[in-house]
């Protein structure tokens, strides 16, 4: 068996997307005999998934990761333990005694079931040229998918580069006494208008993360850091402490001919395109015509003030 570790220094680096190297190991028995670092040679998120396929790997152990890399990973027969964190070496000694638990998708969303990728009827994208030009567009049903990042649905993460959140990092981002530790977290979010948008209590299952690593958006976070286990506190959050302000120049169009597959996507519908490292871009369509339609990748989120209740169930570490 062979796992991977996404490595920096030492450690479990938390952005599977972002992470430069891998810690490969070569296991027999339930034991490790051999390892090697390899660059992942600066690809992003669903390439990443080719790199790893490519050196035949069984198992990737890492931090943060986004629905788009989870399906990729998936989609070529690599198990995943997410939600790793600390000295590699130790992390891949705890998987094989079975005492790693992953945490499935973890990174860009400030819970579970609401993230920028939320939708039913998902499509991706086969990628951009250097132009930016996009390769192909599917639906999720389409046997003939792309080859790069997939639709995610109502549970999927975001597939991006932690668009919204503070970008999941290997160094912590502000001090507190929970930072570093694994969090387990009940939540209820509502707008400014009372109108309930996520709630982990419906889903019967706390939010498990670490603290102060970016895998939540910072205002979360931040909240968790000084908690006490049994504590509630009630949180408002301003767009810039969330998912940030609305971003014109994130509207942009693309002729349809330029974008196959675009013919079948409507007006609300959410895709994924690809940059040209491979990495997922959940966009909503919001005007289409006969020869362009257009794309908002902003969040959807974005400019929104949030209200939160958050209850600190259990510290793993």
């Not at 050196?55 to 990761?65: A, K, N, P, S, T």
Request: charged fraction near 25%; hydrophobic fraction near 30%; charge should be negative.
């Amino acid at each position: 068996m062979r796992i991977a570790v996404t490595y920096d220094n030492g450690e479990v680096f938390q952005h599977f997307g972002h992470t430069e190297s891998f810690k490969i190991y070569n296991v027999e028995d339930d034991k490790i005999v051999s390892s090697e670092v390899i660059s992942s040679n600066g690809q992003g998120h669903g390439a990443l998934a080719n790199v790893l396929a490519g050196e035949e790997v069984d198992v990737l152990i890492c931090g943060g990761i986004g629905g788009g890399a989870h399906q990729a990973l998936t989609d070529n027969g690599i198990k995943i333990c997410a939600g790793a964190s600390g000295d590699a070496d130790k992390a891949v000694e705890s998987f094989l005694k079975g005492e790693l638990e992953d945490s499935g998708i973890n990174c860009d969303h400030h819970g579970e079931g609401h993230t920028c990728g939320d939708h039913e009827d998902g499509h991706s994208c086969g990628g951009h040229d250097e132009e930016g030009r996009c390769g192909g567009c599917h639906s999720d049903e389409e046997e003939s998918g792309c080859g790069g990042c997939h639709g995610d649905d109502e549970e999927g993460g975001c597939g991006g580069g932690c668009g919204g959140c503070s970008g999941c990092h290997s160094e912590p981002l502000f001090e507190g006494k929970n930072v570093g530790k694994t969090c387990r977290v009940h939540y209820t979010g509502t707008f400014n208008d009372g109108t309930k948008f996520d709630s982990s209590y419906d889903r019967g299952e706390p939010l498990e993360f670490t603290c102060g690593y970016g895998m939540m958006i910072l205002g979360f976070d931040t909240a968790v850091a000084n908690m006490e286990k049994g504590e509630i506190v009630d949180v408002h959050l301003t767009p810039d402490e969330a998912y940030g302000e609305a971003d014109p120049t994130a509207i942009f169009d693309v002729e349809i001919a330029q974008l196959p597959g675009a013919e079948n996507l409507r007006e609300g519908e959410m895709a994924y395109l690809q940059d040209m490292y491979g990495r997922p871009i959940p966009v909503r369509v919001v005007k289409k015509d006969d020869t362009t339609i257009t794309f908002d990748a902003n969040h959807e989120m974005a400019g929104k003030e949030l209200n939160f209740k958050i209850e600190l169930v259990d510290i793993l570490d």
